[in-house]
């Protein structure tokens, strides 16, 4: 990393009149309305419980506007901050990500239903699993970058790996399935965008599956972690109610038909017919009430976040933007994908909240400072006078 | 691969994963759209199905004989309550019903994991009282429950019939709209008319959510009370006949003629086929049914014999009742004894009957009967004179021993006359009784019981002989007949041949008065008579009841005995040492309305035992006819008797 010139040197900069680029307005604009169906949506499907309990049907939904506010104004943050300095602080976010980790399996965090996944603040739960997704965005950013000039060893890979293990197995242990899965999506993009080759990921594609049938046959896992993973592929045991979970899914989204039952008039959202609606199964809410039209609209918003995603990942300044754009849209493809599949039972359940619309504040938070990121990769594209980088 | 490229990569990968989601999301909601709201509206329904009120069943003149109560039935929902709850909630049950706790525990571990176990009827103080203290009751809830209520007793119990929870196979026969947990009629008109009885079942639809608790009522469909049943039968008829026929059995022990234990009476209308009154002993009271009998009470009941209609079940050999078949057969086809030609030739009966070898092959030589002297046909019905009909039996032997096609004649007759076969009456388990022929012998032979039902030398020498015909044409030997098969016969005979099919429901209407089911006349087929059979048939059965003939002591007591005629009838049966009294009459003689067909099985002589009921009938059934008693000294009408009762303990 080389300290630059400042524009006061005297030497005539070709950028010296340059401004800074302005904000990505598309992707902006996109999450804001993504944001907006979210809050609507929970709404719908939680005020007619809340309203039985004696409590203010408007309650989660107030929560999540709030959440909502504080994301906005997380995202200009991440906006603002250079990306590049990330780099400089990788390694103490890394520490302090794995110490809130090892903190929330210990013993002086309680279990909620068996599992360890909350801190709670008191007014709120933090999960921080959601923060450690981009953790790891820029921690293997950092690692694979210089990959660019100094190729794609297995030392470099093997270093990657290992920075993801720690966190993966800290996790397994709360559980939590579907962070794990994102963050071995993720490792997998970012090490192919990083330039590692075809038979490096071959080989680990194979080692990845064979680590996987010795964890099964050792029966290294307990119990209940078990009864979460053979829910996968065999949904007639059953243990956990998940068949009857997406089949209440399923049949939501199905009965919108083309043009949903308009919004709060899903007789099964109003119900609460499908578990969890408003956090993991937001999306059944969309479909009911706004039908094929609304949900393939929510759908193809996502599409354009992606596609802002590869611009900037293409155009990006540096290796390093590009690879933290990549990070972010693995991230969002792969929970998007796999939370609207799941609903639609073409995936399996792995309890993977759906950006944006979930009820939630951590992963809300998480992916508005990662598109406060990929706001500031974008902006930064090209240099300006007075930066501190150049590369 | 540059990392343009690699990104390319990764675009297509995005690219195919969201065209995924867009086809699936059109496939899920376009194409299978519907499916799934079907699927979507019967999850957030639940359909409480609600009992229907089973329809009344009515004498002929309005007389309420079966109806339906509303009253209030405790249940427990036991899915609400906890298993501490229960124990409580069974120590209050147990106060409230004053029955024994464990007696309670019991009708829960019976009921196991259903939801919903009835506790049965609650008065209404026990209700306000759970009402009141619902606290103390949890998942008690009480609701409405029709129960059938029989408001006359056992009176008509053989045509009413009794109701009982259905039978895994009456479930499987009749489908989704038969409560399994309900009732169904299993005897008597209560079976035969069931479906029009049952009504339509009600549907609450309610708005469940997930748990499938109710949030409201989206829709109700009433349940519509079973079709009102109205009978043929007349109960002041039918307690005139139940009465007289158990006058009867007390004199027939008293005279030490029998020691009957089941009888059968009938009176149907013999230009229609209406029955009039039916009734069979013993009886039982179909209330016995309504909420249940023990096993122990059921078996003890059938044992008696209680759910044996006899007037449709009961087949008896009916003596010489069956005369007045032979009697046709021989008129109407020409077959007088041997040497004789028409109806007024006369034999000389010395009381047995000499036969010649060829004529009986082997089979019993002599038969004897009382000396009847000079007999024609008249006569001979009148008198019941065995040697006239067994020569009438003999001249069809000879006739037709060699013609298979028509050696079964007097059979034929018997059969066009609705023996044998049954009469399609409208109640279950009709018996089709018996008259026997060669073909049914030559079955006997060759079934595995053939040496029980035979003789052993019918397998060495001819099976069928002349001896089987004369023993049909006076009602014995393996012929069998319900009282209400000969009282078919005998309408048809003085009816102009009409046989028709007796019922006992005369028309069915549904609540609101539409006409359902109009039953009405059926006739099975009409008998051409010939000339001479129309003008003797009256005469002749009249003479039974008059002077000279065999029931003329039990009718002379009437004022106008030339109103009525019949025949009587004393069959023999292997199994019992008693004789079984039949009459079967006709009245007015005239212009034949009723006929009274009248069994009592062990009962003893027919003119002293079985005529004197049908006499008795009659006087009721004759305007300006007194009612005389049966027994010396006994009441006539069971009004009579109740009086003569009260009276006694009055006096006492």
């Given at each position: 990393m080389?300290?630059?010139e400042?524009?006061?040197?005297?030497?005539?900069?070709?950028?010296?009149?340059?401004k800074?680029p302005?904000?990505?307005v598309?992707?902006?604009?996109v999450?804001a309305?993504l944001m907006t169906?979210?809050?609507l949506?929970?709404?719908?499907?939680?005020r007619?419980q809340?309203?039985?309990?004696n409590l203010d049907p408007?309650?989660l939904?107030?929560r999540?506007i709030?959440?909502?506010?504080?994301?906005?104004g997380?995202?200009?943050?991440?906006?603002?901050i250079?990306?590049?300095e990330?780099?400089?602080f990788?390694?103490w976010?890394?520490?302090?990500?794995?110490?809130?980790?090892v903190?929330?399996?210990?013993?002086?965090?309680?279990?909620q239903?068996?599992?360890?996944?909350?801190?709670?603040?008191?007014?709120?739960?933090?999960?921080p699993?959601?923060f450690?997704?981009?953790?790891m965005v820029?921690?293997?950013a950092?690692v694979?970058a210089?990959?660019?000039?100094?190729?794609m060893q297995?030392?470099?890979?093997?270093?990657?790996?290992?920075l993801?293990?720690i966190?993966s197995?800290l996790?397994?242990f709360?559980?939590?399935?579907?962070?794990?899965?994102v963050f071995?999506?993720?490792?997998?993009v970012m090490?192919f965008?990083?330039?590692?080759?075809?038979?490096q990921l071959?080989?680990?594609?194979?080692?990845?599956v064979?680590?996987g049938?010795?964890?099964?046959?050792r029966g290294?896992?307990k119990?209940y972690?078990?009864?979460?993973?053979?829910a996968f592929?065999d949904p007639?045991?059953?243990?956990?109610?998940i068949?009857y979970?997406?089949?209440q899914?399923?049949?939501?989204?199905?009965?919108?038909?083309?043009t949903?039952?308009g919004?709060f008039?899903?007789?099964?959202?109003?119900l609460?017919f499908v578990?969890?609606q408003?956090?993991?199964?937001i999306f059944?809410?969309?479909g009911?009430q706004?039908?094929?039209?609304g949900?393939?609209?929510?759908i193809?918003?996502?599409?354009i976040?992606?596609?802002?995603?590869?611009?900037?990942?293409?155009?990006?300044?540096?290796?390093?933007?590009?690879?933290?754009?990549v990070?972010i849209?693995?991230?969002?493809m792969?929970?998007?994908?796999?939370?609207?599949?799941?609903?639609m039972?073409i995936?399996?359940v792995?309890?993977?909240?759906?950006?944006?619309?979930?009820?939630?504040?951590?992963s809300?938070?998480?992916f508005?400072?990662?598109?406060?990121l990929?706001?500031?990769?974008w902006?930064r594209r090209?240099?300006?006078p007075?930066?501190?980088?150049?590369? | 691969?540059?990392?343009?490229?690699?990104?390319?990569?990764?675009?297509?990968?995005?690219?195919?994963?969201?065209?995924?989601?867009?086809?699936?999301l059109?496939f899920?909601q376009?194409?299978?759209?519907?499916?799934?709201?079907e699927?979507?509206s019967?999850?957030q329904?639940?359909?409480?199905?609600t009992t229907?009120?089973?329809?009344?069943?009515r004498?002929?003149r309005?007389v309420?004989l079966a109806?339906s109560r509303?009253?209030p039935?405790m249940i427990?929902?036991r899915?609400a309550?906890?298993?501490?709850?229960?124990?409580a909630?069974i120590?209050?049950?147990?106060?409230?019903f004053?029955?024994?706790?464990?007696e309670v525990r019991a009708?829960f571990e019976q009921?196991g994991p259903v939801v919903?176990?009835?506790?049965?009827i609650?008065t209404?103080?026990q209700?306000?009282y759970v009402?009141?203290?619902?606290?103390?009751?949890?998942?008690?809830?009480?609701?409405?429950r029709?129960?059938?209520?029989?408001?006359?007793?056992p009176l008509?119990?053989?045509?009413?019939?009794?109701i009982g929870?259905?039978s895994?196979e009456d479930?499987?026969?009749?489908?989704?709209?038969?409560?399994?947990?309900?009732?169904?009629?299993?005897?008597?008109?209560?079976k035969f008319y069931?479906?029009?009885?049952?009504?339509?079942?009600?549907?609450l639809l309610?708005r469940?959510d997930?748990q499938?608790?109710?949030?409201?009522?989206?829709e109700e469909l009433?349940?519509?009370?079973?079709?009102?049943v109205?009978?043929?039968?007349?109960?002041?008829?039918?307690?005139?006949?139940e009465?007289?026929?158990?006058e009867?059995m007390?004199l027939?022990?008293?005279?030490?003629?029998?020691?009957?234990?089941?009888?059968?009476?009938?009176?149907m209308?013999?230009?229609?086929?209406?029955?009039?009154?039916?009734?069979?002993y013993p009886?039982?009271?179909?209330s016995?049914?309504?909420?249940?009998?023990?096993?122990?009470?059921?078996?003890?009941?059938?044992?008696?014999n209680?759910?044996?209609n006899?007037?449709i079940?009961?087949?008896?050999p009916?003596?010489?009742?069956?005369k007045?078949?032979t009697?046709?057969a021989?008129?109407?086809?020409?077959?007088?004894?041997?040497?004789?030609?028409?109806?007024?030739?006369?034999i000389n009966?010395?009381?047995?009957?000499?036969?010649g070898?060829?004529d009986?092959e082997?089979?019993?030589?002599?038969f004897?009967?009382s000396?009847h002297?000079?007999t024609?046909?008249?006569?001979?019905?009148?008198?019941?004179?065995?040697?006239?009909?067994?020569?009438?039996?003999?001249?069809i032997?000879?006739?037709?021993k060699?013609?298979?096609e028509?050696?079964?004649?007097?059979?034929?007759w018997?059969?066009?006359l609705?023996?044998?076969?049954?009469?399609?009456i409208d109640?279950p388990?009709?018996n089709?009784g018996?008259i026997?022929?060669?073909q049914?012998?030559?079955e006997?032979?060759?079934?595995?019981?053939?040496?029980l039902l035979?003789?052993?030398d019918?397998f060495?020498?001819a099976?069928?002989?002349g001896?089987?015909?004369m023993?049909?044409a006076?009602g014995q030997?393996?012929?069998?007949a319900?009282p209400?098969?000969?009282?078919?016969?005998?309408?048809a005979?003085?009816?102009g041949?009409?046989?028709?099919?007796?019922?006992?429901?005369d028309?069915?209407?549904?609540?609101?008065?539409?006409?359902?089911?109009?039953?009405g006349r059926?006739?099975?087929?009409?008998?051409?008579?010939?000339e001479?059979?129309?003008r003797?048939i009256?005469?002749?059965?009249?003479?039974v009841t008059?002077a000279?003939?065999t029931?003329?002591?039990a009718?002379s007591v009437?004022?106008?005995?030339w109103q009525?005629g019949g025949?009587?009838g004393t069959?023999?049966?292997?199994v019992?040492?008693?004789?079984?009294?039949?009459?079967?009459?006709?009245?007015?003689?005239d212009n034949?309305?009723?006929?009274v067909a009248v069994?009592?099985?062990?009962g003893g002589?027919a003119?002293?035992v079985?005529a004197?009921v049908?006499?008795?009938?009659?006087?009721y059934?004759?305007?300006?006819?007194?009612?005389?008693s049966?027994?010396?000294?006994?009441a006539?009408?069971?009004?009579?008797?109740?009086?003569?009762?009260a009276?006694?303990?009055g006096?006492s």
């Open positions: 080389a300290i630059l400042s524009p006061n040197s005297g030497v005539p900069s070709i950028v010296a009149d340059r800074r302005g904000p990505d598309v992707s902006f604009i999450m309305a169906v979210g809050v949506m929970i709404y719908a499907s939680t007619e809340l309203e039985l309990q408007g309650r939904m107030q999540q709030i959440f909502a506010v504080v994301a906005v997380v995202y200009v943050v991440g906006s603002l250079d990306y590049r990330f780099r400089n990788a390694a976010i890394y520490v302090g990500t794995l110490g809130t980790l903190l929330l399996i210990s013993p002086l965090i309680p279990a239903e068996n599992v360890k996944r909350w801190i709670d603040l008191g007014i709120f739960q933090v999960q699993s959601e450690a997704k981009i953790t820029i921690v293997l950092t694979l210089p990959a660019r000039q100094e190729g297995w030392k470099r890979i093997a270093q990657a790996l290992f993801v293990a966190p197995l996790i397994f709360q559980p939590d399935l579907g962070t794990m899965l071995t999506f993720m490792t997998f090490l965008a990083g330039g590692a080759t075809w038979k071959l080989a680990l594609g194979a080692a990845a064979g680590a049938m010795v964890v099964f046959q290294m896992l119990e972690q078990l009864e979460r993973l053979t592929y007639d045991a059953d243990p956990l109610g068949a979970q997406q089949a899914s399923v049949t939501a989204i199905g009965s919108g038909q083309l949903g039952k919004l008039d899903g007789a099964l959202t109003n609460r578990p969890e408003e956090t993991d199964f059944t809410a969309v009911e706004l039908g094929f039209l949900s393939a609209l929510v193809a918003a996502f599409v976040l992606l596609w802002r995603v590869f611009v900037i990942a293409a155009t990006a300044r540096d290796r390093f933007g590009s690879l933290m754009a990070g849209g693995s991230m969002i792969f929970q998007v994908f796999v939370n609207i599949g799941m609903t039972k995936m399996p792995t309890g993977l909240p759906l950006p944006f619309l979930s009820y939630g504040g951590s809300l938070l998480t508005a400072f990662a598109m406060g990929l706001n500031s990769i902006r090209s240099p300006v007075g930066e501190t980088y150049i590369v | 691969m540059n990392f343009a490229r690699r990104l390319a990569v990764l675009g297509i990968a995005f690219v195919v994963l969201f065209s995924l989601l867009f086809t699936r059109w899920v376009v194409a299978s759209g519907t499916a799934y709201e699927e979507a019967r999850q329904l639940d359909a409480e199905r229907a009120a089973r329809g009344e069943i004498d002929s309005g309420l109806t509303i009253v039935e427990v929902q899915t309550v906890t298993d501490e709850e229960e124990e909630l120590q209050q049950i147990s106060a409230l004053d029955l024994p706790a464990v009708i009921a919903e176990v009835p506790m049965g609650v209404p103080a209700m306000s009402l009141k203290n619902s606290e103390d009751f949890p998942g008690v809830l009480i609701q409405d029709p129960i059938r209520v029989y408001p006359e007793g008509l119990a053989h045509v009413i019939g009794h929870r259905p895994p479930v499987a026969a009749a489908g989704p709209e038969l409560d399994p947990s309900g009732t169904i009629g299993k005897f008597g008109v209560e069931d479906d029009y009885l049952q009504g339509d079942r009600g549907t309610y469940v997930p499938g608790d109710p949030l409201g009522l989206e009433p349940a519509v009370q079973g079709d009102t109205h009978l043929t039968l007349d109960s002041g008829l039918q307690r005139q006949v009465f007289a026929v158990n009867a007390t027939s022990r008293e005279l030490e003629e029998g020691d009957p234990e089941l009888a059968a009476a009938v009176v209308d013999v230009t229609d086929g209406s029955l009039l009154a039916l009734y069979s009886d039982f009271d179909p016995l049914f309504v909420d249940g009998v023990s096993q122990v009470q059921f078996e003890e009941l059938l044992e008696r209680v759910f044996t006899l007037a079940q009961g087949a008896y009916p003596g010489s009742t069956f007045a078949i009697w046709a021989a008129i109407n086809e020409g077959l007088y004894p041997r040497g004789l030609s028409t109806p007024s030739g006369t009966c010395e009381g047995e009957l000499d036969l070898i060829d009986n082997g089979g019993q030589l002599a004897t009967d000396g002297g000079t024609d046909l008249h006569t001979a019905l009148g008198r019941s004179c065995n040697v006239y009909f067994w020569q009438v039996a003999l001249t032997w000879r006739e037709y060699n013609d298979p028509n050696e079964d004649i007097l059979q034929r018997a059969r066009l609705s023996l044998g076969e049954q009469t399609g109640l388990f009709e089709s018996r026997p022929d060669r049914l012998y030559e006997w032979a060759e079934s595995p019981r053939g040496s035979l003789s052993p019918r060495t020498e099976i069928w002989r001896g089987d015909i023993g049909i006076i030997g393996d012929v069998l319900t209400v098969q000969m009282a078919v016969a005998f309408a005979l003085v009816n041949g009409n046989v028709l099919e007796p019922h006992v429901v028309r069915i209407t549904s609540v609101d008065g539409r006409m359902v089911l109009d039953v059926r006739v099975a087929r009409t008998i051409e008579f010939t001479e059979h129309e003797f009256r005469e002749d059965l009249t003479r008059n000279g003939g029931a003329a002591a009718f009437m004022q106008n005995p009525t025949k009587t069959s023999e049966r292997d019992s040492e008693d004789n079984t009294a039949w009459f079967i009459g006709v009245t007015p003689i034949p309305r009723y006929v069994m009592i099985v062990d002589l003119g002293r079985a004197p049908a006499r008795n009938i009659m006087q059934l004759l305007p300006n006819e007194p009612i005389t049966i027994r010396p000294g006994g006539a009408t069971p009004a009579e008797a109740a009086e003569a009762l009276t006694d303990e006096g």
